[in-house]
């Protein structure tokens, strides 16, 4: 099963959750469940993501079907709906699944974020393979196919820009709640974003240094070791056999500056979202929170490339 795929099913297990938690079947009162309204808009947000998984392939609904069956939001309407959902693998080998989230709090909220979390971090397991596929095509001497595939790592880029406005239904008072048992659950932690990020180039010095890179220390060593390729490496080792010029280059440069562009956008709005959750608080991987995530908009993916590429902002 895809990273992709997998992500949908994490997903729609929040639609469950909410299902369930709204006929009262898998948790109790005082656990501070949102009113309809904010259970509607967070389950939209979800359904457009699982749809856009989901592409009208395997057990479940097609993309176009799941949206249309959100009308109402209220707890007979969930559970019609959930009969609509993706269904995970019926093998011993899935029996796990319903215990990959172990909230460690009471509040109803911890759920769903646990499960955005997960389904962020398939997300980048999946940009990270069709990075280190676009790697693949540059050394094979193919830039049309390495352009292909850095515009896949945008199309997951676009996805997760949708989990954001899902955590964005979450009250904020109810994350500085349970966020001081989750440490060790956030982006700074995420070995995945890290080895997409080192598979574009090796970070500069003063990034591999900071808590980003030694919070995951095996990524670290990976994008330290000699024999760590990159696309930056990839790309210019051909650019300088082949020369500049072509249409297949100017196709690549604008899917590279595609790719940084998305990547930005992404950063910046999860510095938005953490102004309104945390405020002037420090993050929960240590950081210093919004000051920490303000400073990451400096980064670059491809920093050693000659490509005009946006700004931070």
């Not at 019609?80 to 709090?105: C, E, K, N, S």
């Not at 979450?170 to 700074?188: D, K, L, N, P």
Request: hydrophobic share 40%; charged share 20%.
């Amino acid at each position: 099963m895809s990273a992709d795929r997998m992500s949908a099913l994490l997903m729609a297990d929040v639609v469950r959750f909410e299902a369930g938690a709204a006929g009262g079947s898998r948790e109790g009162p005082g656990r501070g469940r949102p009113g309809t309204e904010t259970v509607s808009t967070r389950l939209r947000h979800t359904l457009r993501f699982i749809a856009q998984g989901v592409g009208g392939s395997g057990s479940g609904p097609g993309a176009g079907d799941l949206p249309s069956r959100l009308d109402g939001g209220g707890g007979s309407r969930l559970e019609d709906l959930v009969g609509h959902l993706p269904r995970r693998p019926a093998t011993d080998a899935w029996a796990w699944f319903d215990v990959t989230v172990q909230p460690v709090y009471v509040l109803h909220d911890e759920y769903f974020f646990i499960r955005v979390l997960q389904a962020h971090e398939m997300l980048f397991t999946a940009m990270a393979e069709h990075v280190k596929s676009a790697v693949s095509a540059l050394r094979e001497g193919h830039p049309e196919e390495c352009a292909e595939r850095i515009d896949d790592a945008v199309a997951m880029f676009e996805r997760a820009a949708g989990l954001f406005r899902v955590v964005a239904t979450m009250r904020a008072e109810h994350f500085s709640t349970f966020r001081h048992y989750t440490q060790g659950a956030s982006a700074i932690q995420s070995e995945q974003y890290k080895r997409f990020e080192s598979l574009c180039g090796v970070p500069q010095a003063s990034r591999l240094h900071s808590t980003a890179f030694t919070s995951v220390p095996a990524v670290r060593a990976e994008a330290q070791a000699p024999g760590h390729d990159t696309v930056t490496r990839a790309y210019l080792d051909l650019r300088h056999e082949r020369g500049p010029g072509g249409a297949a280059w100017s196709r690549l440069d604008a899917a590279l500056g595609r790719l940084e562009s998305r990547h930005q956008r992404w950063k910046s709005a999860h510095r938005g979202l953490a102004a309104r959750m945390l405020g002037g608080a420090h993050g929960s991987g240590y950081t210093d929170g919004v000051p920490y995530l303000t400073g990451a908009l400096e980064n670059r993916l491809f920093w050693q490339l000659p490509l005009s590429l946006p700004l931070p902002r």
